[in-house]
């Protein structure tokens, strides 16, 4: 299987987000697909798109890491300039209840029939609207 994991869930990962008490923290379910993942020969793909995203959320010592990290272990995807244009129409489908970065994420998994792993409500529910495979990291345990 081919995944595209959304930068929100590589931040649960490295940043080590959730609460225990309100059951397995989001890091922790991270792992465990991440591990499976590799388990079963999953490819996991990035794209320029979550490097940028990573790169607002993370110190530059962390992003340097961090991004280092993703181009070892996991395969780069191009965005071309359809996923741009399809993107736009996405965004104006979903009546901007998305980002227009969450739209181009949408339209590289839907020309690369690439499954959208994601914690982000909204863009789960227009995914799936779009016929997108997709989900949390639990779902695929």
């Not at 490097?51 to 530059?60: F, H, I, S």
């Not at 980002?99 to 029939?113: G, M, T, W």
Request: charged fraction near 35%; glycine fraction near 4%.
């Amino acid at each position: 299987m081919k995944f595209y994991v959304d930068t929100n869930i590589y931040l649960n990962l490295w940043k080590k987000e959730g609460d225990a008490t309100k059951g397995t923290p989001y890091w922790k379910l991270a792992k465990d697909f991440m591990d499976k993942a590799e388990r079963e020969n999953s490819i996991i793909e990035f794209s320029g798109l979550i490097l940028k995203e990573l790169e607002y959320k993370l110190t530059p010592e962390q992003f340097k890491e961090k991004s280092d990290l993703l181009k070892s272990t996991y395969q780069k995807v191009e965005v071309l300039e359809e996923d741009y244009n399809n993107a736009r129409k996405l965004e104006s489908k979903s009546r901007f209840d998305i980002s227009f970065y969450d739209c181009l994420h949408i339209a590289v998994c839907k020309r690369l029939n690439l499954v959208l792993v994601t914690r982000d409500r909204l863009m789960l529910d227009f995914a799936k609207s779009e016929g997108l495979r997709c989900g949390k990291p639990e779902e695929f345990l």
